[in-house]
């Protein structure tokens, strides 16, 4: 069990190993000079030259990266080049944000898809089966941002029911956090909660077929035990990698819903640097921040297959 998980983990850190080497690539061939784009048109070389050693953009590569992950494991993200501020204060703004986003999305998606993918389930070809494969095909087809741009016309400007733009912290005003946060939530959900109803559906309709099923049953047993005990739980691990999948989705989602709906989070914080200020300091590191929350996740759902399922936990005491 040891070594599965420390395999876990050493793959993990390796893959974000060689994601930072692509993003660090990646951000120093774009073509433009951070300098002069920093300073204008008007900028002379000397300046931009000075610039350049200001900012240390004039060391090599190599050094400049190494630099970079040495100073982040330490916990300090650099400064951005747009008014040299740290990097870190934007992080401390902005992480609250995407975070309750996020948290708030998957509870929606967890409360929803697993226990309507069960019932639809139970009884396949039903009516309430059939609607619910509908709604489950109409809402996966759906654009997230259309989503939200409906929301926002429909529930924020028709019916006036919440609010279409901004973000109160919860720890100043929960109730107004919770107004705020409600339109987003609904949009980013939606395409994770139908996809994970529909895995859920299938994988309960596989495992309710089998022989252990029937025999559980046979025994007497109470059908919500069955279900949940016997066929829920044997029918966890598609039902896991499928919602692993979405939760790294709904987090490196987040760029367009928090965009449509101004909310001060990361997205938005990726939106700003890429397209308005071009600060690729900013950008490689709210780049790295997606691709560690989607690393991680992926790590917990690997981590979790032998809660779920006694092989995995016995082949992998049987390798060490």
């Known amino acids: 069990m040891l070594r599965y998980v420390t395999t876990r983990i050493v793959s993990s850190l390796f893959v974000l190993w060689v994601i930072s080497v692509l993003v660090f690539a990646l951000m120093n ?24 050693r200001r900012l240390g953009l004039d060391k090599p590569l190599v050094e400049r990266y190494g630099r970079w992950i040495w100073n982040a494991l330490q916990g300090d993200l650099g400064t951005s080049l747009i008014g040299e501020v740290s990097i870190n204060q934007y992080f401390e703004r902005r992480v609250p ?3 309750q986003l996020g948290i708030l999305s998957l509870i929606v998606v967890i409360a929803i898809a697993i226990p309507v993918g069960v019932l639809s389930a139970l009884r396949p070809g039903s009516k309430k ?11 996966n087809s759906i654009p997230e941002f259309l989503t939200g741009i409906a929301l926002v016309i429909v529930l924020g ?31 980013v959900s939606l ?43 044997n029918a ?9 999948f979405q939760a790294g ?34 950008t490689q590191n709210v780049t790295m921040f997606f691709a560690v929350s989607v690393i991680l996740v992926n790590l917990l759902v690997d981590l979790s297959y032998p809660l779920f399922d006694p092989r995995i936990r016995m082949g992998a005491e049987a390798s060490e």
């Open 236 to 244: 966890l691990i598609p039902i896991v990698t499928v919602f692993g």
């Open 129 to 139: 089966e059939v609607g619910a494969s509908t709604l489950m095909i109409i809402g």
């Open 157 to 187: 400007l028709e019916f006036g029911w919440f609010p279409i733009f901004g973000y109160v912290p919860f720890w100043e005003d929960p109730a107004e956090n919770m107004k705020h946060m409600a339109l987003p939530v609904i949009a």
């Open 29 to 52: 061939i774009l073509p433009g000079d951070p300098a002069a784009g920093i300073l204008g048109v008007e900028a002379t070389p000397e300046l931009i030259e000075a610039t350049k």
């Open 249 to 282: 989705l709904i987090f490196s989602g987040a760029v367009i819903t928090e965009t449509v709906f101004s909310i001060p989070g990361m997205g938005r914080l990726f939106v700003e640097a890429v397209v308005q200020e071009r600060d690729y300091a900013v």
């Open 97 to 99: 944000a995407t975070m």
């Open 191 to 233: 395409t994770a909660t139908t996809l994970l109803m529909r895995q859920t559906r299938s994988a309960m309709i596989n495992v309710l077929t089998d022989d252990y099923i029937r025999t559980a049953r046979a025994k007497g047993l109470r059908e919500r035990i069955v279900i949940v005990r016997h066929g829920l739980r």
